[in-house]
């Protein structure tokens, strides 16, 4: 075959030649998303700046986003839930994607599963789950006042604990993945000479692996906070009426008051939000190390 | 200092140990939520008792009774077969354009075709209802076509674009100079060469569509029940126990695509070991 490819290599000028065509075959792709993608996002900005009769342009919907206090409590919850579950993400996903990168191969494939198999289940069908668990009369109640650990059942769902851990579980991988990435290409070597040189195994981990993994946590913990704050489906069904995320907010908005121009506006600054949690993420991590988990 | 420290003997470790013990409760707390739903799901009472007192197959059964989850069931499949296709069909010659290409805004386009997967899904849902409404496509089975193979679309491109630019570019060269004109060298060299990441994609498209809520729920109507939808309708009205029958099954779909994505990539690693020998 590399004699084949040898004998006959084409000259330089058709291999730049030949390599320009590939461009076309973005085409259909382009035409695609310009279509059903670009255009839906330019109509969202024709919504929210429409003027009062749906004619010329105007800054109402913006200045009623600022000035009202309801809308501003929407965006501190989804903060909040936010920051809360990056944070849990990254305690938990750290020690397990350094377990899944340093352990042996049939380990890590079993670590690697329990987090695989969750990543690509129907969040929906999770959500119902933690429903059965969580609820008053769930399993984890059942089983917490049956033990005597509790005298009567806790309240975990409709409320900030059940959405929560609803977002831990769905936003976890997104956590694990990048960082493991990170790790399992990390030479070992780097570690065990920190080690041979006096180094105890905590200042070995603090001063060298630590640093070298942090664009993986980096980029884990943007994608992880990206997604939590345009998230529906978790905090629609397992949280109660205080917690009113941007996304809920923009359904309500939409589905209940059917303002389309607020709505509109809502999801632009939804939109903004990520774009501007992205830039921060790729500023740290590389946009690069940042695409390349959005695997799913 | 001591040289001893360095050498790789395995020793109990305490730290390690509580690093398991971390390991063991994430494990749990990933995979109990899916175990318990689909033990649930057997249950012959309308508790949710676990682990279940007696068991049966009447959820199923109740399922399968039912006309409205079948078809319901019978949507789904087609429509995340064909956005699976359709994703295939337009991202599989983007990635390779992507990969490969040398082309003035090759970023600007890559940027683009991937970007639809940082969107919030409400984000596009809203926008799209915008547009389709428009168009008078509302309700119809085409607006959840064309908006999950958007959702699919960059999937697709990920995936294969990875295995595209780990493809050794030499023996697409070989082809071409031996005379194959640049489709023919596409389908017979460079696809086949791709196969596993082909399949893990067309899986994941597929799951994509198939798992898909907030869309379907904005621009569907009673002619576009899926199953999720059809679980979300049910889920704010009552907690109904055949709803954990539909999330095992949607539950077992997806392992089985992750069984096949796995089967694909053990393939080609052991087509790799021979190709070595």
Wanted: aromatic content about 10%; hydrophobic content about 55%.
């Amino acid at each position: 075959m590399t004699l084949v490819a040898a004998s006959a290599v084409p000259s330089a000028k058709a291999t730049r030649a030949w390599r320009a065509r590939p461009g076309l075959m973005i085409a259909g792709a382009l035409a695609f998303c310009a279509i059903v993608y670009l255009l839906p996002m330019l109509s969202l900005f024709g919504w929210a700046f429409q003027g009062p009769a749906g004619t010329g342009a105007s800054l109402a919907q913006l200045s009623r986003l600022i000035g009202d206090d309801t809308y501003h409590y929407a965006f501190f919850t989804t903060f909040k839930i936010a920051a809360i579950t990056t944070l849990i993400c990254a305690l938990i996903g750290y020690p397990y994607a350094y377990l899944m990168a340093t352990t042996g191969p049939r380990l890590a494939m079993l670590l690697t599963a329990a987090v695989m198999i969750p990543f690509w289940t129907s969040v929906l069908a999770r959500s119902l789950a933690w429903m059965i668990l969580l609820g008053r009369k769930g399993i984890v109640n059942e089983w917490l006042t049956g033990w005597g650990l509790l005298e009567r059942p806790a309240a975990l769902l409709f409320n900030s604990i059940g959405v929560q851990i609803g977002m831990v579980h769905v936003l976890l991988p997104f956590m694990v993945l990048p960082i493991w990435s990170i790790l399992s290409r990390l030479d070992p070597g780097l570690p065990r000479a920190a080690r041979s040189l006096g180094a105890s195994p905590a200042a070995a981990f603090i001063h060298v692996t630590l640093p070298l993994s942090l664009p993986g946590l980096a980029a884990g913990a943007t994608l992880v906070f990206m997604f939590a704050i345009g998230f529906y489906i978790t905090p629609a069904l397992l949280g109660g009426p205080n917690d009113l995320t941007i996304a809920s907010l923009i359904e309500m908005v939409v589905r209940d008051l059917l303002d389309w121009p607020f709505g509109a506006m809502l999801s632009l600054a939804l939109l903004g939000l990520v774009a501007l949690v992205f830039a921060c993420g790729a500023a740290f991590a590389g946009a690069g190390r940042i695409a390349g988990m959005e695997g799913r | 200092m001591s040289l001893s420290s360095a050498s790789p003997q395995p020793r109990i470790n305490a730290g390690r140990s509580a690093l398991w013990l971390l390991a063991g409760l994430t494990m749990l707390f990933l995979l109990a939520p899916i175990a318990v739903i689909i033990v649930v799901s057997f249950n012959d009472t309308t508790l949710f008792s676990f682990p279940p007192s007696r068991w049966s197959l009447r959820w199923y059964h109740a399922l399968w009774e039912s006309r409205a989850w079948r078809e319901a069931g019978w949507f789904s499949l087609w429509l995340a077969s064909l956005v699976a296709l359709a994703s295939l069909l337009i991202g599989v010659p983007a990635a390779y354009g992507l990969a490969k290409g040398r082309f003035p805004g090759r970023r600007l386009a890559e940027a683009l075709l991937i970007s639809p997967m940082v969107v919030p899904v409400i984000v596009l849902a809203l926008g799209l209802y915008m547009l389709f409404s428009k168009l008078g496509l509302i309700g119809t089975p085409m607006s959840l076509f064309l908006a999950h193979t958007l959702l699919a679309l960059p999937v697709v491109i990920v995936i294969v674009g990875a295995a595209f630019r780990r493809l050794d570019g030499s023996i697409e060269l070989a082809a071409r100079s031996c005379g194959a004109s640049f489709p023919r060298a596409f389908w017979h060299i460079v696809l086949p060469a791709v196969r596993p990441a082909l399949i893990s994609a067309g899986a994941f498209a597929f799951l994509t569509s198939f798992d898909e809520v907030v869309l379907t729920l904005f621009l569907g109507g009673p002619r576009t029940t899926t199953l999720p939808k059809k679980i979300w309708e049910s889920v704010k009205f009552e907690l109904d126990p055949s709803l954990t029958a539909v999330s095992t099954i949607l539950i077992i779909v997806s392992i089985a695509a992750l069984l096949l994505v796995e089967v694909a990539r053990r393939s080609r690693i052991q087509r790799q070991a021979k190709e070595a020998l």
